[in-house]
Nanobody
């Protein structure tokens, strides 16, 4: 059974950086494109970024393009989200997820982590 565990969240100030890591277990990591989503208080969960099976292709939500970088290490079964120039609007619970295809919609993802809280103060 696939399990995803996120870490790296915390409280930072506007303009700071943070790196999230998701550890994959219980399956073949390289079989899955991996995505990051986030859910702000009182709002729906939204797509943030996705990386392809090998890591060669990435895609980002417009709100994070140029500030966030998704990457994966298939030798370590991990996917990271490097977040730079953080703003208060980035405050959310961040989730990593595994999909059967290179996807941006929540319903296309089969497995989810428990989430890690990121709070950005102004």
């Amino acid at each position: 059974q696939v399990t995803l565990v996120e870490s790296g969240g915390g409280l930072v100030q506007a303009g700071d950086s943070l790196r999230l890591t998701c550890v994959f277990s219980g399956g073949t990591f390289a079989d899955y494109p991996m995505g990051w989503f986030r859910q702000a208080p009182g709002k729906e969960r939204k797509f943030v970024a996705v990386v392809s099976w090998s890591g060669g292709i990435t895609y980002y939500a417009a709100s994070v393009e140029g500030r966030f970088t998704i990457s994966r290490d298939n030798a370590k079964d991990t996917v990271d989200l490097q977040m730079n120039s953080l703003q208060p609007d980035d405050t959310a619970v961040y989730y990593c997820a595994a999909s059967g295809g290179f996807a941006t919609f929540e319903y296309e993802y089969n497995y989810w982590g428990q989430g890690t809280q990121v709070t950005v103060s102004s």
